[in-house]
């Protein structure tokens, strides 16, 4: 990555202009667990804390002025009031240091578009990059910068300590967010859900770096597989759509975007001091560019998990197989109102069912039409079975899995989660599991499937909109003529079809 | 409640025919639980196993006959083979028992419609009230009636013994499920989620008792606040619409209608053998009869949750408090998607927040428009004064309150959420809570609301959903001039407005 946003990727080295004593300033919270980073050798370059009235911080010492910190860093963290942060990159630019993070609000979001420019123009003169102001920066378990200045944990009055912060491990999915607490909120859901982060991206007022030039460099980074995308206005419109329509080629971008009602708008204005264009515009823009667009936060990382570990669908007919009828008909509902298609089964997969009801292999009132309902005397090896069918069948594209664990047949929920996971792994058809409650059976069961790369959902609704999101990324590739190489490139080619 | 369904709720006594000494069967299942409930004192009423070929399970008396079984039980549980439970119900009605759970699967559900019939006349010409058959019957943690035969726990092959059908505690909400499984999966989730229970009913095929007179019932009971019911087909619409319509001016009744679609009404056909008619149909007469319509589980119960503690608004419009500036646009794109308004705030409220800003008591740089963005600053005590002056307010009719505790001036959000939960039961307005995340932080504070009666969820969009709910029911009230009646009695009237 030989260039300009480098250092936000892999510093090599960072200077802490504005590191405290106080314990509850963000200029003393990031210090510290950027030297815990450096202590479990996650983060493997020097920190330089800068403050001109403090001699050590946390044992270490501290630099008077920046021109006092040894030459060799390439990145700076600035967390000082917002007047002077524009002298302070001027003095950064002069030192060769060639991006800066910059946590600081009091900027455009409050009316100071004069001092925005000011630092625009300090920033620019002198060969710096800017992220922010007034963002929380980023994070990166892969690289071990972290600028979020909340410290992991709360301290209640009762006296327990409570995880409150907690960040995402090492993983695939990057996150740009145009707001900071979105993006804290959305690291809490996703080290919840267990999905792994590559990089974290607050742009805050984006005076200089923005979402689409992050989007091109997470295009190119290794480490990413998805990329989402949390923003109230796109300014650069045409980039974005060039830039997004080149990156959706190699790997999913979901967007949430906010400000889409009048009274969303002006809130959204208010907060970023960004004009919303009409929702129309964007939607357009999105499908253009083969965005995927997502309604809610639960919904970017539902869509995060399935684009993580499964490939797109050739086309749009799901299979359903379930122990649980109703489960079934939810799906297909909710299949059907987003353009999918749950088609009966009338080929060889049909023939195949009912050989196993013949074989007394699955119970003779079984459904086998599609959905597959093995009814509450399923088994954990009619499951297999039945699954396997619809993975082999010409008649579906993917296959939803509805394994309601409380049926007595299933007796090891987890065991059977594995086993699914096995057999899905042959085959090239996107895969999804579902299994509803909050019991340690439902919990664990969907872990296991999650851990084994088939995404799990708590509710037929929810993985159904994930399969209709990884078909709506499979016809914009289509339409590319791209979807047979990203399946392959995505599969690494060892299936059976 | 002298009538019919009596024994279903209040049983004098039970008769398990079918009892089995197999720790797998459902006659064994149901019996083992029943008998604990019967030692923890929460069922009070003698248990009558009935096996022909046992003489003891679990170390107690076994009845060879129903003839055999002292007089008194008015309920029966039938967990025999279909083929045998007209003749069972014959004797039963003999026995002067006029209620019984038929669990037996094998009846129109496989096209056996003769077998359902036949049962029918039996029961009809002895008195006797029938639910099911094809059912997992009745839970409630106020009577200890339990006949749903999945036991609690799963061990697993590892040895570990984990949770798997948890049954919820005692509480307000009943649910009324058409499918077993979506029952119990319901229940699961019920219980996660902590809201409590009443009166859990499967009505299976609904060969006689259906969600009609299940309806009617629940509607006069005192232990029951909000009714939830899943269905896939109502056969009685005319009796539906008049019964629902008297009942929902008394509490609410949440439906959750499957088999939508073409596909999802050929599944919900095979599954339960019962045509649904067109969604159209079902939408008028939920509409007509002020039922709220879930989109799917998750909907369900957060509805359920927010009925059960919150009493209806009085208008459409929103006041939304936040820490999360980009939490406060989701929120208000929601609200104005769902029809909901989020005004800009123009009279005393506005003047009362100016004059927090004056004194210092929020941050200069806020937003008071509504949404009121109290920003990254933001603290415990801000969040109190402004969401008092929203209560107070005569702009708005309801209150969202999204509390991201990641902020550091939120040191401890338990505290939070105990103190906003003490300020708003002084007001009459519905108010729902928000913290997104996972980390023991943002449970813990959704937890407290909860706990206080302040319906928490983890995301803005399904808390303003919630709102929604409620602003529909309220409009229904208001349409038959029963709004401030249901207010005051729901309330108890000691509010200030």
Redesign the interface.
């Known amino acids: 990555m030989p260039n300009e946003l480098k250092p936000f990727f892999e510093p090599s080295g960072i200077i802490l202009v504005g590191a405290s004593r106080e314990e509850?300033k963000p200029g003393h919270v990031i210090f510290k667990i950027l030297l815990e980073n450096y202590e479990k050798g996650v983060l493997r370059v020097p920190i330089y804390p800068v403050n001109p009235n403090a001699d050590s911080i946390l044992g270490h010492k501290v630099y008077k002025s920046i021109k006092d910190v040894p030459s060799g860093a390439d990145l700076a963290i600035i967390v000082v009031p917002a007047k002077i942060v524009p002298a302070v990159v001027r003095e950064l630019g002069e030192q060769g240091v060639k991006a800066a993070v910059i946590i600081s609000?009091?900027f455009s979001?409050?009316g100071r578009v004069d001092l925005e420019e000011e630092l625009v123009r300090e920033a620019r003169s002198k060969g710096v990059r800017i992220l922010g102001p007034n963002c929380v920066g980023i994070y990166s378990p892969w690289s071990g910068l972290d600028t979020i200045?909340?410290p992991y944990t709360?301290?209640?009055?009762d006296g327990r300590e409570?995880?409150?912060?907690?960040r995402p491990t090492r993983g695939h999915v990057a996150l740009i967010?145009?707001?900071?607490?979105?993006g804290?909120?959305?690291?809490?859901?996703m080290?919840?859900?267990g999905i792994g982060l590559s990089y974290f991206f607050s742009i805050g007022n984006k005076a200089d770096i923005d979402e689409v030039e992050l989007i091109r460099e997470l295009g190119e980074d290794d480490k990413t597989r998805v990329i989402l995308l949390?923003v109230?206005s796109i300014k650069r419109g045409r980039e974005f759509v060039d830039t997004a329509e080149k990156v959706s080629l190699k790997k999913p971008i979901v967007a949430m975007k906010?400000?889409?009602?009048?009274?969303?708008k002006?809130?959204?204005a208010?907060?970023?001091a960004s004009l919303a264009g009409s929702d129309e515009i964007y939607e357009a823009a999105f499908r253009r560019s083969g965005v995927i667009r997502a309604?809610?936060?639960?919904e970017l990382f539902d869509f995060a998990k399935v684009f993580a570990s499964q490939p797109p669908p050739r086309g749009p007919r799901v299979g359903i197989v379930t122990?649980?009828?109703?489960?079934?008909?939810?799906a297909?509902?909710?299949?059907?109102?987003l353009g999918l298609?749950?088609p009966?089964l009338k080929l060889e997969a049909r023939l195949k069912l009912e050989e196993l009801k013949k074989n007394g292999i699955i119970p003779?009132?079984a459904?086998i039409?599609n959905?597959v309902?093995l009814t509450?005397s399923a088994s954990s090896e009619m499951f297999v079975e039945a699954t396997r069918i619809l993975l082999e069948s010409s008649e579906v594209d993917m296959v939803a899995i509805l394994a309601?664990?409380?049926?007595?047949g299933?007796?090891?929920?987890?065991?059977l989660a594995k086993e699914l996971s096995r057999l899905t792994k042959e085959y090239s058809k996107p895969v999804v599991a579902v299994d509803?409650?909050?019991?340690?059976?439902?919990i664990?069961e969907r872990k296991e499937f999650d851990k084994n790369g088939i995404p799990a959902y708590?509710?037929?609704?929810?993985a159904v909109k994930a399969l209709w999101a990884l078909y709506k990324y499979g016809e914009f590739l289509k339409s590319k003529n791209s979807l047979e190489r990203y399946i392959e490139s995505f599969l690494g080619g060892k299936y059976k079809n």
Chains 1, 2 share one sequence.
């Open positions: 509850d609000s009091g979001e409050i200045f909340l709360k301290k209640l009055k409570i995880l409150s912060a907690p967010s145009q707001s900071g607490a979105v804290t909120a959305a690291l809490d859901y080290h919840g859900e949390y109230e906010a400000g889409r009602t009048q009274a969303g002006r809130a959204a208010s907060h970023t309604q809610d936060i639960e122990d649980g009828g109703g489960a079934g008909v939810m297909t509902d909710m299949a059907e109102m298609q749950v009966e003779e009132f459904q039409s959905p309902d509450g309601l664990h409380q049926v007595p299933i007796p090891d929920p987890v065991e509803t409650g909050w019991s340690e059976a439902a664990l708590p509710t037929p609704e929810r």
